[in-house]
């Protein structure tokens, strides 16, 4: 690559840090409105920048990529899920793009494990009632819970997170069930005491709570179709943190509705930002605004990783976090 500093075009606004060390390093459009950019806005912003740095919320299908510029070399994505970008369009045209793995597991664990005690025990549901100031005090049989100590958890995408979960399970009594294409080597089921299901069916209907970690693909789109929710015990509870898309959000909300599952801890969404109005009015689910990585230390490592993958890519060697088509997959 030529020494001049790349044009860099990020699409949304990023914490201070990252964006001061952009500038010192890249020449850099920053967007300050702290909006989206519309498609249109994507496309002009492709057609003029060496490096494109969007976020989730940025559709990179193939009608916009099919448009960008013939500079654009690397899509730097701010995030770890590549689901909003079509990397077969983008190999096409010869565009890399890079990822930010790894610095969200901690916090993304972190935040299921949040789920997985607050819709047993139904913490947001007596919080709100406190709220409201209509408390009349304890009493023993006052908005009795689930324990979760001893319970069965089964994981769905025994990955970097999935296996960060399974970590802290272990320290609340749950006992770990894992699905996953392939079974994860035996030192590391030994490590977490997991059981591993071929059959995602049949972990379904064995397991009391479900924590949901795989991406969103072709293949695990509506990967719990409502036939696969309802081998799940009435009892039980799914969590998810991972891409709102893997669950039949229609589907799940009338068993909610109905009493077929215990409840729900989401913090994605199907068609986010939009929330179905029916999950809104149930007592028995704990709805998120898409937090699991939202920490002040993730945000900053984010934009490190970005940066460097910037960086190598302008520098002549391959973004060390570079995302293949069969990633994910």
């Given at each position: ?100 793995p790894d610095v969200l597991t901690e916090d993304t664990a972190d ?43 089964g994981i769905i995408g025994l990955g970097r997170i999935g296996s ?74 799914l969590v998810n943190v991972s891409r709102g898309e893997v669950v ?82």
């Open positions: 690559m030529p020494n001049k500093r790349p044009v860099v075009v990020v699409t949304r606004k990023l914490p201070d840090s990252v964006e001061t060390r952009m500038m010192e390093l890249f020449d850099v459009r920053l967007n300050l409105t702290g909006q989206g950019l519309s498609q249109a806005e994507l496309i002009r912003s492709m057609q003029e920048a060496d490096v494109l740095v969007p976020t989730v919320t940025d559709r990179l299908d193939g009608e916009v990529l099919e448009a960008a510029g013939p500079r654009l070399r690397l899509i730097a994505n701010y995030g770890t899920g590549v689901d909003h970008i079509d990397l077969l369009k983008a190999q096409e045209k010869g565009i890399l793009v890079s990822n930010t935040m299921t494990m949040a789920l997985i005690l607050s819709v047993p025990r139904r913490l947001a549901e007596g919080e709100r009632l406190m709220r409201s100031g209509n408390w009349d005090g304890w009493s023993p049989t006052f908005m009795l819970g689930h324990r979760i100590w001893c319970k069965r958890l960060a979960v399974a970590r802290r399970a272990k320290g609340f009594g749950l006992k770990v069930h894992y699905h996953n294409r392939h079974r994860v080597h035996p030192d590391i089921e030994a490590e977490l005491e997991a059981t591993w299901w071929d059959s995602l069916d049949q972990m379904l209907a064995r397991v009391d709570i479900v924590s949901i970690h795989c991406p969103h693909t072709p293949s695990t789109y509506h990967l719990l179709s409502a036939r696969q929710l309802k081998l799940m015990q009435p009892h039980a509870y039949d959000e229609e589907a799940l909300t009338r068993m909610l509705i109905k009493g077929e599952l215990a409840g729900a801890g989401l913090d994605v969404f199907e068609h986010e930002p939009a929330v179905n109005p029916k999950l809104l009015a149930l007592d028995n689910v704990v709805l998120l605004p898409h937090l699991a990585s939202a920490t002040l230390e993730s945000r900053a490592e984010m934009g490190e990783k970005v940066i460097v993958n910037i960086k190598a890519f302008w520098d002549g060697f391959p973004p060390p976090d570079r995302v293949l088509t069969s990633q994910g997959m």
